[in-house]
Each structure stands twice: as C-alpha cells, then as structure tokens.
C-alpha cells in the first residue's frame, strides 16, 4: 500500500461523510448498501445497484436480494472480489460490518449493518441515537471487514 493510496482512501471516506451527514437513514434511498456504494465508486469501484426507492421495507429489500440471486448483502461484497480482513486491520476507506440490532430494518439476518472505516477504529454509519444523518462512532463490536483497495480511476 502507497502513500497516495491512503490519501486517496482518506479522501474518499471524508466525502462519503460530507455525502450523507445530513440525510437521515431511508430504506431504498440513505441506507448502508447505498453508503457502502457511493462510497466504492469514489474509490474507483463499478457498482450497480436497484434504482432509489425500488425497495422501502425489509421485506422488500430481501425481495431484492433474492431478485439479485443474492443470499445476503454480505455475499455481494464477496462476490465483488473484496478480500476479507480482520476488522481490526480495517484502514481508513474499509468496508466493516456492524453487528445488527434485533428490531428494525437492522434485524434482518439478510441485511447487513455495513460502514466505512474512518480510522483510529472509527466507521461511519447510521445509529439509532443519531437520527439526522450518518454519524462517525466507536464501535463496541466488528462482525467482518474488507479490504478496499482504490482502483486507477478513484477520485
């Protein structure tokens, strides 16, 4: 790993954070696949995803899922070749999953709690107590983690 390539990462998480600080979590339209997604492509990654508001429920977002022939949201990220890492060698730019929490859109066992690495063992996601948008926070436990490395087109 170069130094541009932490530069690069550093970048693209900061923008992924001024992206989406201020929109509050929104099924099908501010979500982690979303989050995880804009925050890839900055990173020079090709992701496709069903168009905003194509899913609004947990159901329907599982409906997606299978449409996709996906079992998880967790087997999209492997299957888009990112290696899996420990989350506690996440680097700023990393993908982590969080644990997820038994109600809401979060305690689907399809959907996963997925965030970016912002360094110093911080992620950036959406947390419950933070309803006005994504926030930057500590987590107490990492379920997985990939590695993300910036391609020849990263911004």
């Known amino acids: 790993m170069t130094e541009h390539s932490l530069i690069l990462r550093a970048r693209a998480a900061q923008a992924t954070l001024d992206e989406w600080k201020a929109r509050a979590f929104r ?3 501010a979500d982690c ?3 995880a997604a804009s925050h890839l492509r900055r990173l020079g990654h090709s992701i496709k995803l069903p168009a905003a508001r194509s899913y609004r429920t947990v159901k329907s977002a599982e ?3 299978d449409k996709l022939g996906l079992a ?8 888009m070749g990112f290696d899996r890492i420990a989350p506690a060698a996440a680097l700023v730019g990393d993908i982590v999953q969080m644990p997820s929490e038994p109600e809401g859109v979060a305690g689907s066992q399809r959907l996963a709690t997925l965030t970016i690495a912002m360094g110093n063992g911080r992620v950036l996601g959406w ?3 933070a309803p006005e948008g994504a926030v930057v926070m500590q987590p107490l436990e990492m379920v997985a983690a990939w590695r993300v490395e910036p391609k020849g087109n990263a911004k």
Request: hydrophobic share 55%; aromatic share 0%.
């Open 33 to 35: 696949a979303r989050l």
């Open 63 to 65: 409906a997606m899922l």
């Open 27 to 29: 099924l099908g339209e």
């Open 72 to 79: 998880t949201m967790v087997d999209a990220l492997d299957a």
């Open 127 to 129: 947390h419950p107590e």
